[in-house]
């Protein structure tokens, strides 16, 4: 079944530490997307990429750095967590220029 | 720069009712505009979209909206709500090309009361 996966689901981890948030899609779409989510916020657009070898910045200026080497997978990075970067991280993936699909989301703790 | 306003954070309605959930975009050209919904611990699903065309579209799971250009709005809307559609709704605009990147309002958290 095509889909759109993301791992870890919940993360709790230390100050200092780097972390990778995995992202992967079954359904051959070429663009996909990182957003930020704050309890009781909206959504913001931290990176997207629109194929292989294609990555951009967002909306929210964001610590984090993404790669896209593979269609299918494209992992969020953080070198070294911080508090501030608690927060809910989602994933979503399109094909059609409209039409956005979304993962269940990573939650992050940073202690 | 697009903009999407939720004005009510939390609305409680009592299972059966009629709902309503308002949506205001700030947006130069005709929008794309999108309705999702997100359970908890879940990730978003989308309820149905507009793009053109018939200013009432119809959604998944009984969910309809209406786009009216002269009020910037875009108001999901259900006649009889059930327990199970206990959850928080987003509001979206597609903004850059073809609507590309989507623009959130914060979202309303839905209450079903038994």
């Known amino acids: 079944e095509a889909d759109i996966y993301q791992t870890p689901r919940y993360l709790v981890i230390g100050t200092g530490k780097k972390i990778t948030l995995e992202c992967s899609q079954t359904?051959?779409?070429?663009?996909m997307y990182w957003y930020q989510q704050d309890p009781g916020m909206e959504l913001h657009l931290i990176h997207y990429?629109?194929?292989?070898?294609?990555?951009e910045k967002g909306d929210l200026s964001s610590e984090s750095t993404v790669s896209r080497i593979r269609t299918e997978h494209f992992p969020l990075t953080l070198e070294s967590a911080r508090p501030s970067h608690t927060s809910q991280y989602l994933c979503?993936?399109?094909?059609?220029?409209?039409?956005?699909?979304f993962g269940p989301g990573t939650r992050l703790t940073v202690t | 720069a697009q903009s999407v306003t939720q004005p009510d954070i939390h609305i409680t309605v009592s299972e059966g009712a009629s709902l309503e959930l308002r949506c205001n975009y700030s947006y130069g050209a005709t929008p794309y505009l999108f309705w999702y919904v997100q359970s908890p611990g879940q990730g978003l699903q989308l309820l149905l979209k507009?793009?053109?065309?018939?200013?009432l579209v119809q959604g998944i799971k009984g969910f309809e909206a209406e786009f009216k250009r002269s009020q910037s709005s875009f108001n999901l809307r259900k006649p009889s709500v059930h327990w199970s559609d206990a959850a928080e709704y987003f509001c979206a605009v597609g903004s850059g090309e073809y609507g590309n990147k989507l623009v959130f309002g914060a979202g309303t958290i839905l209450r079903v009361k038994s």
């Open positions: 507009y793009f053109s065309g018939d200013t």
């Open positions: 979503a993936s399109s094909n059609s220029p409209y039409e956005q699909y």
């Open positions: 990429s629109y194929g292989v070898n294609s990555t």
């Open positions: 359904m051959g779409h070429d663009k």
